[in-house]
């Protein structure tokens, strides 16, 4: 089984390495848009990609084809990310290629599910909030990543 594990930087970083205990028995490759995180998953293969966000399209489009080679190539059997429009991005190609997606929102989102967290609830096969009174049909609750 493989996994990859998808996220931009800060808090999404953050929260996507608390999740590494749950990738022990598996091969987990890990995706940012910051080189130097490299550092933070010794002994794992990382891939750096572009920066996007809904204010920087070109970006976008660069990360998009980035995150295309890197799962042509490394073919994953599950990718999980905890956002942000990177981690929407590889959730978009993963479904291209039929493999299971996963979502877990950002425990910033304390009132609602993120706008990147709704597209997710359209995409992902599994949604998960960190916040208990957010879950509801679409989107699944079974705790957090930073408590």
């Not at 594990?5 to 848009?33: C, K, N, Y």
């Not at 929407?88 to 967290?117: P, R």
């Amino acid at each position: 089984m493989k996994v990859l594990a998808v996220s931009s930087i800060g808090g999404h970083w953050i929260q996507l390495l608390r999740l590494m205990p749950a990738f022990e028995d598996v091969t987990v490759e890990f995706m940012s848009t910051k080189q130097s995180f490299s550092t933070m998953v010794d002994g794992k293969k990382f891939y750096s990609i572009p920066d996007g966000n809904r204010w920087n399209k070109y970006g976008l489009v660069k990360c998009f084809f980035a995150i295309l080679k890197v799962v042509e190539t490394s073919k994953p059997d599950i990718i999980i990310t905890t956002g942000a429009a990177p981690g929407l991005i590889a959730l978009f190609i993963g479904k291209l290629f039929s493999i299971k997606t996963i979502w877990v929102d950002s425990i910033a989102n304390c009132e609602q599910i993120s706008m990147s967290g709704k597209i997710a609830t359209k995409v992902a096969d599994v949604v998960y909030t960190q916040w208990g009174h957010l879950e509801d049909n679409k989107v699944k609750f079974f705790g957090n990543v930073l408590g």
